[in-house]
T-cell receptor, first 116, second 114 residues
Framework: AQKITQTQPGMFVQEKEAVTLDCTYDTSDPSYGLFWYKQPSSGEMIFLIYQGSYDQQNATEGRYSLNFQKARKSANLVISASQLGDSAMYFCAMREGGGYGQNFVFGPGTRLSVLP | NAGVTQTPKFQVLKTGQSMTLQCAQDMNHEYMSWYRQDPGMGLRLIHYSVGAGITDQGEVPNGYNVSRSTTEDFPLRLLSAAPSQTSVYFC?????????????FGPGTRLTVL
């Protein structure tokens, strides 16, 4: 079974508008972390934001925020005021467990295109 | 700090050839891992290491070997290359341990097996 699901293969958004990229996850471990990465066309992986399973508040980093709904196992990325440079692939990832040797599992990604 | 470095950036192999992808980090991270990225499939974990001398298999380990003799280096060996191993390979490192631990990625190696 897929541990990370990203149901939107591609998304379009108008410049300066907000966009939500969906991510649902599957785990029975009470301790886990959720990450979002951006991969521009140049290929590098850029860390955006992190949410721990015990964090009480939704994570925010500048224009990025994570809408964490634990009961629904959902960790959607919200980008406010989209910019042309936001056009990229976005990956949701999960790290299970609280100790060493824990693997990251990535979703298939969502390609975001920001329109001028 | 150079972060996570990978060599080579590009490589073309013939079926059956062997080669080693190099990965090094200068952040004294204990946790290092190798991923492959295929179109439409995101990143899949090949092997990982939680410290020098300790390695384990990830989701797709077949056809690959790793070793970790130092904290800094984590090479990935292709024993007998196959066209199915054509992919982009990423090495990553993190501090390990509980809680927030961002993975830092190298720039990737694009491998083509003919």
């Amino acid at each position: 079974a897929q541990k990370i699901t990203q149901t939107q293969p591609g998304m379009f958004v108008q410049e300066k508008e907000a966009v939500t990229l969906d991510c649902t996850y599957d785990t029975s471990d009470p301790s886990y972390g959720l990450f979002w990465y951006k991969q521009p066309s140049s290929g590098e992986m850029i860390f955006l934001i992190y949410q721990g399973s015990y964090d009480q508040q939704n994570a925010t980093e500048g224009r990025y925020s994570l809408n964490f709904q634990k009961a629904r196992k959902s960790a959607n990325l919200v980008i406010s005021a989209s910019q042309l440079g936001d056009s990229a692939m976005y990956f949701c990832a999960m790290r299970e467990g609280g100790g060493y040797g824990q693997n990251f599992v990535f979703g298939p990604g969502t390609r975001l295109s920001v329109l001028p | 700090n150079a972060g996570v470095t990978q060599t080579p950036k590009f490589q073309v192999l013939k079926t059956g050839q062997s080669m080693t992808l190099q990965c090094a980090q200068d952040m004294n991270h204990e946790y290092m891992s190798w991923y492959r990225q295929d179109p439409g499939m995101g990143l899949r974990l090949i092997h990982y290491s939680v410290g020098a001398g300790i390695t384990d298999q990830g989701e797709v380990p077949n056809g690959y070997n790793v070793s970790r003799s130092t904290t800094e280096d984590f090479p990935l060996r292709l024993l007998s290359a196959a066209p199915s191993q054509t992919s982009v390979y990423f090495c990553a490192s993190s501090i390990g341990g509980f809680g927030y631990n961002e993975q830092f990625f190298g720039p990737g190696t694009r491998l083509t097996v003919l």
